[in-house]
């Protein structure tokens, strides 16, 4: 096969986080406590997996990053957004994820990073107040403001390369529109400020037009419009989205492809959550919640495939719930009930009590996601990249296209587009050759 053309990932990579909360000052810590020896990057395929080539026999699986060249821990530099001024030590001391005793290891470092004045709009986020907010005429003004912070962030930290990872707050439920639809309507829109372009659309808008690839880990519309696909392309940069696939939706996505790989049926999936951060508090309101929901029930369908199997499937009643509950902290705490019948219809059930650190999880995936998409856009890759939806809840793929929710299948997606990449055979899994030889 062809290897792509990738360019090396010489010099520095910023990683721009609108958002500095708890997943990306967890994601930060993360990296630099990992650089000074203090900690290891678990959970990150970039850093830690290893990648099968070739055949069985020939025993070769190298690191991931041995075999694709990503941006190297040492060249990360961090910058952001936020609606108030705290810089990522403070930050991160209010969410409470990590201990103390960590962070004042890593003190110097993370005082470094202070955001830059937010593109921020209460209608869009209903549960927050912050005051360090940029004030313009236009939505079209914000976007100028944003490409200017970018320019002026590349050019101060010395950086080869930036990517853009939306860790802010989820936004109200918006539904695509009419200025969604192209290019041109979404510039006017941003001119006569229109109330369906959100800030988190101005931000994409801002990365994309600069040459920076952006990743969306909000289940909110973001880059996931006609208009901003389109402009991706126009721009050659590659964009991904959207919600990290952590906590709850993790455990799903691996369970449910068991029980529909043994064809076992599903009555009921009854699915809640208490968690007490920033996240739950902006997700105690109905309309931010929506967007959640919308994205959390969309997995089953996919996976179980419910008009191919109705027999099993199509009665399945999915219940999502999330409630703010302050003494838990970051420290989510989730319940599953799983209604499930076998032969001739006996019913069983499973249970699940997840007690999990959501920006634990979070973190890595905020890593993989940055590291990879610039590996995409280094490789000449624009537009969706479907393939870095083994990270995302809801992933976007081009209209029309149903997405992958089995996370088994997203990783061999995400393998494959890896060997593609590096010119390397793909793995089929079929496997006959190994007998096929003997006689
Ligand atoms: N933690 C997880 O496992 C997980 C999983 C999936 C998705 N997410 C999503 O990731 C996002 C971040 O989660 P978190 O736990 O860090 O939340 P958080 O509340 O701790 O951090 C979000 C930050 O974004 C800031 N913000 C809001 N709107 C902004 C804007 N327009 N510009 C700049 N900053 C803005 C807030 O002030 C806050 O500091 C949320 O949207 C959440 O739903 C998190």
Redesign the pocket.
Known sequence: MEKNEIKPANGKLGILT???????TTFMAGVIASQKGLGSPIGSISMMGRIRLGKRTENKKPLVKDFVPLASLDNLVFGG????PANAYK?AKK?GVLDLKLLKKIKTELKQIKPMK???DSKY?KN?K?DYIKKEESKFDYAKALMADIKSFKEENSCDRLVMVW????EVYIQESEVHQSIEKFEEGLKNNDPSIS??MIYTYAAIKSGVPYVN??PNLSCDIPAIVELAKQENVPIAGK??K??QTLMKTILAPGFKTRLLGIDGWFSTNILG???GE?LDDAASFKT?EVSKLSVLDSIFETDEYPELYKDLYHKVRINYYPPKGDDKESWDNIDIFGWLGYKMQVKVNFLCK??I??APVVLDLALFIDLAQRAGMKGIQEWLSFYL?SPQTKDGLEPIHDVFKQKIKMENTLRHIMGEELITHLGLDYYEEEE
């Open positions: 609108p958002g500095i909360g708890a997943v990306s957004w936020d609606i108030r930050a969410a937010a593109v921020f986020v927050l912050g860790c802010g707050s989820t800030p988190s880990g909000a919600d990290f952590t906590g951060n920033r996240d902006v959640k959501d920006s999880l979070a809840k």
